[in-house]
Each structure stands twice: as C-alpha cells, then as structure tokens.
C-alpha cells in the first residue's frame, strides 16, 4: 500500500536478532557453567589443572562478540531511522501534553482531549510538545515513543495500516496522576476521517 | 593484649572502650563494621519499600495506598537502595576491610579521611532521612528530572543535598583508595600483582573520583533553580531542560559501574578460590576492568534516546553502548572458563556467584535490547527496564555482595554460619529473585510503563507473579540474614584460611589483628598461583 514499509515491521525484527542470539548465548553460558561445577567437582576431580589463560581463545572472545555486538548495533540502527524517516504525505497533527492530558490539534484547528483519530492507511507524523513538566508519548502498537519537552518540538511517526483501538501512555513521570495520563487511538476508514475531521465538537 | 590480638579486643586509637572505640576509630577494619551496621540499616528500609510498591502494584487500583504515598515510595526506593546502599556497599565495607590487606598494608593512606567519609555517610543519612518528616517525602523518582523536580512542592531540596553529601563521601573514600593502591602496596608488590578485587576498586575508584562532581554540581543546581529560579533548565529563559539530563547521566551512567565493577571484583576472587585453580586470564580481567571506567564514562546518552536528542547522537552513544559490553562479556566468559578443569567446591559464596553469573547475564544481554536504538525507543521507560537494571544491579551487584559476606564473614568476624541454611536461603533468593523481575520483561514488551501506580487490566497478571516473587526473595533474604547472625552464637575458631586462598588476608589470622600482619607479608609473583593450596589441603577435606 503506497509503497510505504511499516517500520514496526524492522523494529520487531530487531527485537527477535537481538533476544534470540541473546538467548542461545545465554544458555550457552549457564550450560557450561553447570556441566563444570559437576564434572569438576572436587569429590570427583580432586587434581585442578593450572591452567592460567589462553592468548587465542581470549582473542577469539573479545573479536566475536565485537562483530555480533556491531551486527546488532547496525540492525537497531536500521530500525531506529525507519521510525524516524517520515515518508511524504503524511498527515500531521500537533499534540499537547500536559498535567495530566493531551491536547490533540488537527490541521483545521480541531480539538479534541485524550483521543488521537486517524485514516487507516495513511502515514502519521505527531508534533509534540509539552506545556508543562516533561512527558512522554508511548504508543506500543506501533513501537513509537518520543518526550514531550516544554520550548522543544519533537516528533514521532507511525502507519496505521489496520483499523482498530490502541492506547497510548505518559511515559515520563510527571506526577500524582501520571498513570491516569493515557487516551485512545483510534483508525478508522479514511471517508469516515474526512466526515469526522469536519464534524464540529 | 599481644600482637596477635583481634582488632575487636584492640581499639585504635588505644584506650578508648565501648562506642567510643567505634566512633573515633582510625582502623580500617573498624570503619569497614560501621558502614556494615549503617549500610545494613538502609538496605533493609529500602527492601521494604520495595515491597510495599510491589504489593501496591499487584492488583488494578488502589490496593495498600494512594498515589503521592506510591510515587515517594519509589523516590526513596531508589534514592536510598542507590546512593545509600548499592554505591558504597561493597568498596566501603569490604573494600576498607580488605583493600589494605589484600596490598600487604597496616591501613589506608589517609586513615582520617576515611572516618570523615563515614560522618559524611551519616550526614548524607540524616537529610535523606529528614526529608521524610519537613515538607514531604520527595516524589520525582530518583533521576531529579527537571522541570518536574524544580516545580513539586515535596522537599527534593534535602533528598539532593543528601546526595550531594554522600558524593562527597564517595569521593573521599576513591581518592582514599586510589593513594592507598599506589603508596601503600608492600615492597615488591607490582603492579600486575595486586588482586583483581583491589583492582576492580581501583578502576572504580577512578570513576568516583572524576564523575561524582559532575552529579554534585548538577544537583546543586537544581537546589538553586528551586530557591532563586535562575532558569539554566528553563527553555523559556535561555536555558534547556535536556541539559540536566545530560549532566545527570554523565555521572549517573558511570555510577552503574561504580556499582558493577566492585561486585564483578568479588566474583574475580571467589571463582578462582572454590574452583582452586587460577583465574583464567588475570591481564584480561585487569584490562576490562578499566576498560569499562573508561568506555562506561562515554555512554551517558543511551538513555536519552527518546529525549528529543538528534539522531547524530542516538548514533554514537548507541554504538558506543554496544562496545562497551564487550569487557563485561570477557570478564564472564573468564570466570566460566576458571572454572573448567579446576577442583570445584560448592560452598554458599560460590553458590551465590553462580547466581550472580546467570542474573548478571541476563541483566548484561537484555542491555542490548536497549542499546540498539530501534528496540530502545519501544521498551524505554517501561518495566522491562525496571527488569533490566535490577538483573544488573540486584542480581550483579546485590548477589556479589551476598557472595562477599559469605565469603569473607569467617575472616571478618572470625566465625563460620551454617551451610544448610545458607543453600536454602540462596535457593530462594534466586528464584524469588527470577519470579519477580522475569514477568516485568514481558509487562514492559506489552507495553507497561515504569513509575505507574495504577495499570490496565491486562498487565495484571504479571504484576501479581512479581509480587509473589517479591515476597519469597524477601523471605530468603531474611533468612539469610538470620543465617549470617546466628553465627555470632558459634565459637570464634574460624581458620585464617577456611577456604584456600592465595591472596593476603588468607594468611592472616581471622579476624585480624590490628596491623593487619604479623609477620612481613609473603608475595608471591602471581596472585592466583595454587600449588601451595593444592599441597596444603589434602582434597575434599576443609572445614
């Protein structure tokens, strides 16, 4: 659909290169270190070896891990400039954020509270700002998150390809009612975005 | 009194009985116990704290107290567990107990400093604490963000001078260090044969010395921005919020290896001892030791990401971030490998660092996830990073200081606990420990934000799971505890030597006499040579 590429898609990716070689590595790990603590245990291997090190070996482990360091570096990388890339075209709508709302203002100066509509299908760039204390605006569903910070703008964008209800969370502390600052986004069919933005309050 | 007298039976200075031998005390070993009773103190009110926020946190709404008690909760939470327990921990207690001795030393180079470091502990202690009772609890969390910790009207002004305070206090005791490592080493002693714990101190030490001022400064002015609003964090008059939390990280990221480099040192002496087999590759710990002061000073802005920072920078200090992971995965990849071939002993220090392997992996390997940028922006300020630093720092730097008292208990008070009880509580520390921090992984994937005092429904299975985590890690924390205490009932019989160590204080009685040494202390050329061990024990037979 438009040729755009949901970003999400990059940034789960990510998320299963990074856990799974994480997790192998891991398990590796806590295997050997059980299988020695049993086979060398003293009742059965009285005599340790004196063994102090080994240049290769020690080598190997530092280059290794390097190159699988970089090749996660590169691939969250990769995924981070796709959140950050705004295709053209994308709609844009300014948000608020303050103890302990957010403001939602739409191109025609529509305003609405705690509640974000947008067009299924249709890339959406968010301007955010903050009135007050830090914020932070977290999308999960779509793996976005940006903080709102007062005399700066910043931005997030994401594709809502599929229609549905999503929430969306303050996740920067601001306060007593800090868990309370959360709204709705909503995508609905672009002609019922088109009747809604017109739809006076 | 005799020489070989204890430094309990020996104050110093002489003639002073009772507190008074505590309070005005020069002995290294003495100022270490003073910081064990105080650091003890606060690390069992923080534990509770912990507690009440995650029995808060185990069903939807309000379960045990209301929001403003939640958020303070978790303010002193981590203000205490952070500046008053996890910090000095392990370099104040068992780095003042045996730094010196581990060097062939009577004591630290500047003895004076070192007590004034302790009344700048309690000084530190006594405005955290008043902050509870003038003008309310402070509840910012315990980063200090600005603006919102220039506008609360909650009493964060004592809680940062605290922290100011203890600074000091940590600074003192790392310059303290870093002369006694370099003056004080007994004649021969060079440098690549000092012991990896006293090295791991001396690489932290560093960090102390040259981030602490940074966080000083920094909360000092917020202290102004609150009385004088003079507006450096203010964008509406010339100033940026993001540079307090540039400045805030620059020491506090270092701090994490404050906290981590001394644990990791712990763990460099005990898997060699139980394994009776030389550290595997002594030159390498040394080298990742420093290496990740000097990486882990450079990283800061990895948790800035989502600040509003530029990309430019979410690119260095991401690629930063990834290599310096790579000394901490040489130092694991070194205790496994100590481990292979040796004549491994299990006893409750090895079993805790064990644990300490796993825990701090786990810790270490979901560090990447955040990392890497594209995975950061998603999981940043959720409960997967409430996971992520409490393997790291709880199951790093708590367990290492777990396995340190286990390790060192006989030396320091000369008295053996009990096994059993010790395995048992172990056991349920770690599986306390995995049931309470594993779900928050998944809550933070799902989306659960940190700092909430309330949630949506469905993360409310996970929150329960913690909580019922939470409550046997405590149980086993008490338990071992308990454990530790109940040895005071038992003969003071502890070998110098109970588990076959090669570095110093194993030759010297436990506990030790006032000068430390007897007898000129022995060096051998390498730190972890275990031929004479080998000799002396005859296998499978110590006490």
Known sequence: MNGITNPLKNVDQAFIYIIGFSLVLLMFITALMIVFVFKYRRSKHPEPSDIRGNWLLETAWTIIPTVIALSMFYIGWSAYIGLRDVPPGAIEIDVFAQQFSWIVVYPNDKEIENEIVVPQGKPVKINLTSEDVLHSLFIPAFRVKVDAVKGLTSYVWFYPDKKGEYMFHCTEYCGIAHSEMNGVLRVIPENDYEQWLEEEE | ?????????????????????????????????????????????????????????????????????????????????IFLFIIPAIPAIFGNFLLPIQIGADDVFFPKLNLLSWYLYILGSIFAISSLFFGGPPDTGWTFYVPFSVSTNTNVSATLMAAFILGMSSMLTGLNFITTIHRMRVKGMRWLQIPLFTWSLYATAWVQLLATPILSITLLLVVFERMFAIGLFDASKGGDPLLYQHLFWMYSHPAVYIMILPGMGVISEIIPVFSRKSIFGYKAIVASSMAIAIAGSLVWAHHMFTSGM????????????????????????????????????????????????????????????LGAAGTNIHVHDTHFVVAHFHFVMFGGTGFAFFAALHFWWPKIFGRMYDFKRAYVAATMITIGFIF??????????????????DYMPRFETGNMLAGIGGYILITGIALMFVNLFLSFKNKRDALADPWGGTTLEWSVPSPPPLHNFVSPPEIKDYPYDFSDVVKKFKPGNIT
């Open chain 2, 436 to 453: 309470h921090y594993m779900p928050m992984f998944i809550l933070g994937i799902m989306g659960h934000p940190r700092r909430y005092y």
């Open chain 2, 1 to 81: 009194m005799t020489e070989t007298d204890s430094f309990f039976e020996t104050p110093a200075p002489a003639g002073y009985k009772g507190i008074w031998s505590w309070l005005i005390t020069m002995d290294h070993k003495r100022i270490a116990l003073m910081y064990l009773f105080v650091i003890l103190f606060w690390f069992f009110g923080a534990l509770i704290l912990g507690l009440l926020i995650r029995t808060e946190l185990m069903s939807v709404g309000k379960t045990i107290m209301g929001a403003q008690t939640y958020n303070a909760m978790f303010t002193l939470h981590g203000v205490i567990m």
């Open chain 2, 310 to 369: 530029s990309d430019v920078a979410v690119f260095v200090f991401s690629l930063l971030t990834f290599l310096v992971a790579i000394p901490s995965a040489v130092k694991v990849f070194s205790w496994i490998s100590t481990m292979y071939k040796g004549s491994i002993q299990m006893t409750p220090p090895l079993l805790f660092s064990l644990g300490f392997i796993y825990l701090f992996s786990v810790g270490g390997l979901t560090g990447l996830v």
